[in-house]
């Protein structure tokens, strides 16, 4: 069960904010299976026999193990990435005695997953009039981002992100990124505030709540889907919220 922060408890405002974007602003790369089985189903003549579900499962299941221990290079080359991810599903398949699928198909299905996902992705109902209201009662905002550099400025521009925000701090860009504690720093300093006056924003316990907190960031955690904290996390986020929406004070 998700767990939230009684209204008697709630903060003060803080001077400043450091905002995630994908999963947190924009919806774009959360419930992976929904994405997989789609794709999957797509391709159903050239995965025959094999059922699309199997093979999503599959795909899904070498993708979250890839990322568990992902070097932070990869967030950079995420098609580049998916195309292992798919080919290492095709093989765990394999050595289970299914029939061998071609690279060129894994290809073809990690492609158009990527641009799937580019398809799909919208704004979070109200994000855009949260941060507005945030802006407009003086916090002071960044949007800090992990992945390529080129991938997440498009999405800036194309969500119309960039005038909503004081900083914009893309890990390609700047060379750096979450959890590496200069991401944060390096921020803050942009921002001219200290951790005493900072929130964290973001749906990555990780990112958006251990590394924080560790520097003294009030650090809250956004669970869009309500699907409550990780069965046996030991991490415990300061708030946590379904929407940016809940940011915004109740007008008197």
């Known amino acids: 069960m998700a767990m939230t922060m009684p209204k008697s408890v709630m903060r003060p405002l803080p001077r400043a904010m ?3 974007m994908d999963d947190t602003i924009l919806s774009a790369y959360g419930r992976p299976e929904i994405a997989w089985n789609t794709i999957a189903n797509e391709f159903a003549e050239e995965l025959a026999p094999l059922p699309p579900r199997e093979v999503a499962t599959a795909v899904l299941a070498f993708a979250r193990n890839f990322w568990a221990n992902a070097e932070a290079a990869w967030r950079l080359k995420l098609a ?3 195309h292992l991810t798919v080919k290492g599903g095709f093989a765990a398949l394999a050595a289970a005695g299914h029939r061998a699928l071609p690279d060129d198909l894994a290809i073809r299905i990690a ?3 990527t641009a799937y996902r580019e398809e799909e992705m919208f704004v979070f109902p109200g994000a855009h009039d949260a ?3 945030l802006k407009a009662l003086g916090i002071k905002l960044a949007l800090v981002t992990n992945g390529a550099a080129d ?5 800036v521009e194309r969500f119309e992100l960039a005038h909503r925000f004081h900083h914009i701090q893309i890990e390609g860009e700047h ?10 720093l390096h921020a803050m300093d942009a921002l001219g505030v200290t951790a005493k006056d900072t929130w964290m924003i973001g749906d990555n316990l990780e990112w958006e709540v251990v590394t924080p907190q ?3 960031i009030y650090s809250i955690w956004i669970d869009v889907h309500g699907d409550g904290l990780p069965e046996g996390s030991t991490v415990r986020p300061d708030r946590i919220i379904r929407s940016l929406t809940e940011l915004v004070p109740d007008q008197p």
Do not use: H, N, V
């Open 80 to 82: 580049e990435a998916r």
């Open 131 to 133: 941060i507005d209201s």
């Open 175 to 184: 060379g750096f990124g979450k959890p590496e504690e200069r991401a944060y």
């Open 18 to 20: 450091l905002i995630d």
């Open 214 to 216: 560790r520097l003294g």
């Open 111 to 113: 492609d158009r997953f």
């Open 151 to 155: 991938t997440q400025r498009a999405k």
